[in-house]
């Protein structure tokens, strides 16, 4: 198998497509799709997202230092796409999605109802790094639907039907091919009755 050499770009995937609600839920308020977001950090829990300043919502968030990143399910890819390539500028993507508003605990900024899990996040810094400027934030909050809890309290977010964006296409996520230490952990044996 040989090797072509692709000039430099941004290859890697698959990625999260969030829904970033931003703005203020009693007023002006907007939905749009990043798929440039990531964990960065565990103690504080920190993340970031990726917007470019034409982006409608970017003053939002520039301007009120908050915004809240929605995970999105299948039942969601819809409005994932349509919010990723319509503008707030000309349309209600809340409306126009059949999408609900539902209150924060730490931010202005609505939650999306439909979303399995809310992180709410403060704005610490902010990148000028190019084409996208980078809102490194701090998790303030996060908001798990209750469907997905068991009575241990257990959270099955991976039963939520949670999608990927790889290369210019969703995807939902497959089979299980094993689960965090795995590869290291001891197979238990199987125990003999002695007679």
Same mark, same amino acid.
């Given at each position: 198998m040989?090797k072509?050499n692709f000039?430099?770009g941004?290859?890697?995937?698959p990625l999260?497509a ?14 749009f799709t990043v798929?440039?977001?990531g964990?960065?950090? %565990?103690? /504080?829990p920190?993340?970031?997202i990726?917007?470019? /300043? ?5 003053h939002m968030i ?5 915004f809240?990143i929605?995970l ?8 994932a796409d ?8 000309d349309?209600d ?6 999408l %609900? ?7 202005k900024c /609505?939650?999306?109802?439909e979303?399995p899990v ?11 790094l190019?084409?996208?400027h980078?809102f490194l934030?701090e998790?303030?909050?996060v ?5 997905f809890?068991?009575?241990?309290n ?10 990927a964006?790889s290369h210019?296409?969703?995807?939902s996520l ?10 290291i952990r001891?197979?238990?044996q199987k125990?003999?009755n002695?007679?």
């Amino acid at each position: 198998m040989a090797k072509i050499n692709f000039k430099p770009g941004n290859m890697l995937y698959p990625l999260p497509a969030v829904l970033i609600s931003c703005g203020d839920i009693s007023g002006e308020s907007n939905l749009f799709t990043v798929a440039w977001a990531g964990t960065i950090c %565990t103690n /504080p829990p920190m993340v970031s997202i990726s917007v470019k /300043p034409e982006r409608y919502s970017y003053h939002m968030i520039r301007e009120s230092g908050e915004f809240v990143i929605n995970l999105t399910t299948e039942r969601l890819i819809r409005a994932a796409d349509f919010c990723g390539v319509r503008s707030g500028r000309d349309i209600d993507k809340w409306q126009e999605c059949r999408l %609900t508003k539902a209150a924060a605990d730490t931010v202005k900024c /609505p939650l999306l109802a439909e979303s399995p899990v809310n992180i709410e996040c403060h704005v610490t810094e902010t990148k000028e790094l190019g084409s996208h400027h980078m809102f490194l934030a701090e998790v303030t909050a996060v908001h798990a639907d209750d469907s997905f809890i068991d009575e241990k309290n257990t959270f099955h977010l991976n039963e939520s039907g949670l999608i990927a964006y790889s290369h210019g296409t969703y995807f939902s996520l497959g089979k299980s091919l094993g689960t965090f230490g795995y590869s290291i952990r001891k197979k238990k044996q199987k125990k003999t009755n002695r007679r």
